[in-house]
């Protein structure tokens, strides 16, 4: 075959793989910037409009609906999460790779927020915390908090909530909009909503309604990562209809790492990453990553330490 043949054969291999596969496809060539618009100076703040399809919004619903239970809220004493009437939700979580429309929901919040996702063979470690789905009926809300940590305990695993992406799953007829009760008037960009629109609860400082689709950004840290007190924000009371929401938090550093008590985490053998990337993680997982009682010679590059 020709040079010329080959390089047609190649093509029309890949156009019709590309037919086959229509319903995959890259994050980059689903995020369009074009949709996003800047809710917040201070603290910064960003809408994607119609960041989920109503597919992947639908799903996320029918993932969490079997498994709510009470949310709860982490103690900045101890870190522990404990019920408390300041968050009167029910929700649960859903792990990373759950199935492929999960895994390109991840896909695309990577992409988007440009922070990282790294993938070793069929380990996956992120910056991210598996996704939480939540469901406020009527009467319910989450209190002005904080998504950055008080307490060494929860800091400890990725450091701070760098940013948080609240992803709307349904559409709310009134109340349950997403507040930042401290951002000043100043600071409002693009997205304005209505005051009259609002329930009393979003009033006062900057709101976003709930759209279904629509994904929130905001960030919970200065760019020099120091927090950011105006990133103080609430979930105002369901006054109509019921509200789904989906809420993705991004820490500084890998949330998924485990360290060591003393705080080391090294490679014996220097070939380990080489061999990581090659796959060995999952396929010789006793010589890499070992156990906690006798360690593997590669658990840096396994990400398991």
């Given at each position: 075959?020709?040079?010329?043949?080959?390089?047609?054969s190649?093509?029309?291999f890949?156009?019709?793989?590309?037919?086959?596969?229509s319903?995959?496809?890259s994050?980059?060539?689903?995020?369009?910037?074009?949709?996003?618009?800047?809710?917040?100076?201070?603290?910064?703040a960003?809408?994607?409009?119609?960041?989920?399809?109503?597919?992947e919004?639908?799903?996320?619903?029918?993932?969490?609906?079997e498994?709510?239970?009470?949310?709860?809220?982490?103690?900045?004493?101890?870190?522990?999460?404990?019920?408390?009437?300041?968050?009167?939700?029910?929700?649960?979580?859903?792990?990373?790779?759950?199935?492929?429309?999960?895994?390109?929901?991840?896909?695309?919040?990577?992409?988007?927020?440009?922070?990282?996702?790294?993938?070793?063979?069929?380990?996956?470690?992120?910056?991210?915390?598996?996704?939480?789905?939540?469901?406020?009926?009527?009467?319910?809300?989450?209190?002005?908090?904080?998504?950055?940590?008080?307490?060494?305990?929860?800091?400890?695993?990725?450091?701070?909530?760098?940013?948080?992406?609240?992803?709307?799953?349904?559409?709310?007829t009134?109340?349950?909009?997403?507040?930042?009760?401290?951002?000043?008037?100043?600071?409002?960009?693009?997205?304005?909503?209505?005051?009259?629109?609002?329930?009393?609860?979003?009033?006062?400082?900057?709101?976003?309604?709930?759209?279904?689709?629509?994904?929130?950004?905001?960030?919970?840290?200065?760019?020099?990562?120091i927090?950011?007190p105006?990133?103080?924000?609430?979930?105002?009371?369901?006054?109509?209809?019921?509200?789904?929401?989906?809420?993705?938090?991004i820490?500084?550093d890998?949330?998924?790492?485990?360290?060591?008590?003393?705080?080391?985490?090294?490679?014996?053998?220097?070939?380990?990453?080489?061999?990581?990337?090659?796959?060995?993680?999952?396929?010789?997982?006793?010589?890499?990553?070992?156990t906690?009682?006798?360690?593997?010679?590669?658990?840096?590059?396994?990400?398991a330490?």
């Open positions: 075959m020709s040079r010329r043949g080959l390089l047609l190649v093509v029309a890949l156009v019709s793989l590309q037919s086959s596969t319903l995959i496809s994050p980059s060539s689903i995020i369009n910037p074009s949709k996003v618009k800047q809710v917040s100076s201070k603290p910064r960003f809408v994607y409009e119609g960041f989920l399809t109503d597919l919004c639908d799903h996320l619903i029918s993932l969490a609906k498994n709510l239970q009470r949310s709860a809220v982490a103690d900045n004493n101890n870190g522990e999460s404990q019920v408390s009437d300041v968050r009167t939700s029910s929700g649960t979580f859903i792990s990373k790779g759950k199935d492929p429309i999960v895994s390109g929901i991840e896909d695309k919040l990577s992409t988007w927020t440009f922070l990282p996702k790294v993938l070793y063979t069929s380990m996956v470690t992120e910056n991210g915390e598996d996704l939480q789905v939540l469901r406020y009926e009527h009467g319910q809300k989450y209190d002005a908090h904080f998504d950055y940590f008080h307490d060494k305990v929860n800091i400890a695993r990725g450091g701070h909530r760098i940013a948080t992406v609240l992803m709307y799953l349904s559409n709310v009134k109340g349950g909009e997403t507040v930042f009760p401290d951002a000043p008037e100043s600071s409002r960009r693009q997205l304005s909503e209505n005051k009259d629109d609002l329930s009393d609860c979003a009033k006062k400082g900057i709101a976003v309604k709930p759209k279904k689709g629509n994904a929130l950004l905001f960030f919970n840290l200065h760019q020099d990562a927090p950011d105006l990133s103080l924000h609430g979930g105002c009371p369901v006054i109509e209809g019921e509200k789904w929401s989906a809420t993705k938090w820490h500084v890998s949330f998924d790492k485990i360290v060591t008590h003393d705080g080391s985490c090294a490679d014996i053998n220097e070939s380990c990453e080489r061999w990581a990337v090659l796959g060995e993680c999952a396929k010789n997982p006793e010589y890499m990553v070992g906690t009682e006798l360690p593997g010679n590669c658990r840096r590059s396994c990400k330490c």
